[in-house]
């Protein structure tokens, strides 16, 4: 009966403008939870580890040997004619994290006896990098497993092509048969997102190549800023002009920033530090505002810095957790709230909201990671038990609406919890990864030793040869 009563709600609520359902006032932060004890921090980490197994499982039924799981009609998608195996691939190193070891062994003889990177097909460089070559590099350095090195390193000379244009930007796709590049719509995060892998790559096999072709796309990008130390959201590869020159740190510059201060924090590279510095000033003088007594960040133009719009959403809440990375943990506390009164508004975050309306502006939730990996950092960084507690309520909101049969499935909307047939790989690689590590004891993961990418793949400081 409850669920029947949830069903007719959930069809009630789809009948409401979406602003309505959204303009309740945010509620306080982690101001007003209660600590979280070890014991139940436990009993949390055992039921991720439980509800990540059910996603896997579903996977391993229904969609083996290929890309990703349908998890409404239980079948499987492959993002182009051949699968890459990226759900394997990506979650390897959380099955190998969260002690899965058995279904770890089989997803890496898959790997090891299936995946071929020689096929005639044109791939998003940006996504193969973080989440295919920075699951072989990441996976590869927690087992040793030789092959998963050899695979990398076909892949990153495949892609290499994808870096001859005449900024040195990288075109956005290229062919992993012929190494024709396409694409020249591109943006700081596809540009400047690549650091991290290609360098370890570069670490890991002796050969400077790689880590030089993606340093010089990080340093072009950075060049490009405005004389208020902006970027842009979209520029020309050819050119290297810009073709939208609204700046904020969502979709299409985030990771951009992400990659300066952990490049630095990964290779030790100063030119990183020197980059990240006048970046971060930027952002914070000009993308950041306060509204309704909260602390936000929505979009300026990159010239003028005159304010352009007020949204916020599921991308822009990594940026919480790269503020306390970086050290400023007294912003990052303050924009993490505003993360959280966006998810409560609806018991779930939408992909953007306007926070001086108090509006969604669009309403699917692709199950994305951000707002728990915010979370987790600022746990980490502060010690602070009140975070876990975010994270419970994060993580049941999470399991009640998104959860599945054969998996866990995106929402087509917050407001009304309309399921969406779509199960990314980054629910196995990142969500539920972020989750496990805010309950797990600190040790699971060591953040003097390793950095994580962008796809929360652990990556190993490995000094230069």
């Known amino acids: ?24 006032a945010p509620r306080e932060g982690v101001a007003s939870l209660q600590p979280m004890d070890d014991a139940e921090a436990a ?10 197994l059910h996603a896997w499982t579903g996977y391993r039924t229904y969609a083996w040997g290929h890309d990703a799981l349908l998890p409404l009609s239980k079948a499987p998608r492959d993002w182009y004619a051949r699968s890459l195996l990226m759900t394997p ?18 997803a890496r003889e898959l790997i090891d006896t299936k995946l071929s990177f020689d096929a005639d097909v044109d791939v998003k460089h940006f996504e193969v990098v973080i989440r295919l070559l920075g699951g072989l590099l990441s996976g590869y350095q927690r087992t040793g497993d030789p092959r998963l090195l050899a695979l990398a390193q076909d892949l990153g000379n495949r892609l290499l092509p994808a870096f001859d244009s005449p900024t040195g930007l ?8 012929s190494g024709r590049a396409s694409g020249t719509d591109s943006n700081p995060a596809e540009a400047g997102t690549l650091l991290l892998e290609y360098g370890t ?14 340093k010089r796309a990080l340093v072009e990008t950075y060049r490009r800023r405005s004389k208020l130390g902006l970027v842009g959201e979209r520029f020309d590869v050819d050119t290297g002009g810009w073709t939208r020159t609204t700046s904020h740190v969502g979709a299409r510059i985030d990771s951009y920033y992400e990659y300066l201060w952990k490049c630095w924090r990964l290779f030790g590279d100063r030119d990183c530090l020197a980059m990240w510095k006048p970046s971060i000033a930027a952002v914070d003088r000009y993308v950041l505002e306060d509204v309704h007594g909260a602390l936000w960040s929505g979009q300026v133009d990159m ?8 949204e916020y959403g599921a991308l822009d809440a990594f940026f919480p957790g790269l503020l306390a990375y970086s050290g ?12 959280f009164a966006m998810w409560q508004a609806n018991g779930i975050e939408p992909e953007a909201y306007d926070y001086a309306k108090r509006d969604v502006t669009a309403a699917e939730y692709p199950l994305r990671p951000e707002i728990v990996e915010s979370t987790w950092y600022l746990y980490r960084l502060t010690g602070d038990a009140r975070y876990r507690t975010m994270g419970k309520v994060l993580f049941e909101d999470f399991v009640r609406y998104c959860r599945t049969d054969a998996g866990y499935a995106a929402l087509k909307d917050v407001v009304a919890k309309q399921q969406a047939d779509d199960m990314e790989s980054f629910v196995l690689a990142e969500t539920f990864k972020y989750f496990y590590l805010l309950f797990a004891p600190p040790a699971t993961l060591d953040l003097d030793d390793v950095v994580l990418n962008t796809e929360a793949h652990p990556l ?6």
Request: aromatic fraction near 6%; hydrophobic fraction near 45%; glycine fraction near 6%.
């Open 201 to 214: 790559l570069s670490r890991l096999t002796g050969n400077p190549v790689y880590y030089a072709k993606a």
């Open 43 to 52: 009993r949390m980490a055992a039921r991720v580890r439980g509800e990540f």
């Open 328 to 339: 400023d943990v007294q912003r990052a506390r303050r924009l993490q709230d505003s993360s």
């Open 1 to 24: 009966m409850k669920r029947l009563l949830a069903g007719l709600f959930a069809c009630a609520l789809a009948t409401l403008p979406i602003a309505s359902a959204a303009a309740a």
């Open 303 to 310: 010239a003028t810095g005159v304010r352009t719009g007020h």
């Open 89 to 106: 691939v990506d979650a390897l190193d959380t099955l190998l994290l969260m002690g899965f070891d058995d279904q770890a062994k089989e």
């Open 460 to 465: 190993r400081r490995i000094e230069p040869r």
């Open 170 to 177: 990288p075109y956005v796709n290229v062919n992993l048969r």
